[in-house]
């Protein structure tokens, strides 16, 4: 399984941007896809998830500004991210996971975009 991500850049604050991010190879469909990101210095951390049944979750900071959506057809994810602030410079990487059996999970991950709000 491959992901590939894309529309990450250099943008002013109070800008937007839209990154993609499509998997191809060998699974049907992905149980949760979603966002993560990673500032210099700062762990990783959950941007935005969305389930297969419709199901959002959203880093507080993120709420309201940024909107996640997939096409389960094409196993595309995208943020759409609204009224950036420096704060959300980081490397975002997609995630797309499947849930086996006993609690077990395969999670896949894109090579990671950067994003840099910047006047």
């Known amino acids: 399984v491959q992901l590939q991500a894309f529309g990450g850049g250099l943008v002013q604050p109070g800008g937007s941007l839209r990154l993609s991010c499509a998997a191809s190879g060998g699974i049907f469909s992905f149980d949760v896809m979603g966002w993560y990101r990673q500032a210099p210095g700062k762990q990783r951390e959950l941007v935005a998830t969305?389930?297969?049944?419709?199901?959002?979750d959203y880093l507080d900071s993120v709420k309201g500004r940024f909107t996640i959506s997939r096409d389960n057809a094409k196993n595309t994810v995208y943020l759409q991210m609204n009224s950036l602030k420096h704060e959300d410079t980081a490397v975002y990487y997609c995630?797309?996971?499947?849930?086996?059996?006993?609690?077990?999970?395969?999670?896949?991950w894109g090579q990671g975009t950067l994003v840099t709000v910047s006047s």
């Open positions: 995630n797309a996971r499947v849930y086996k059996s006993w609690g077990l999970r395969d999670d896949y």
């Open positions: 969305l389930n297969i049944g419709g199901t959002f």
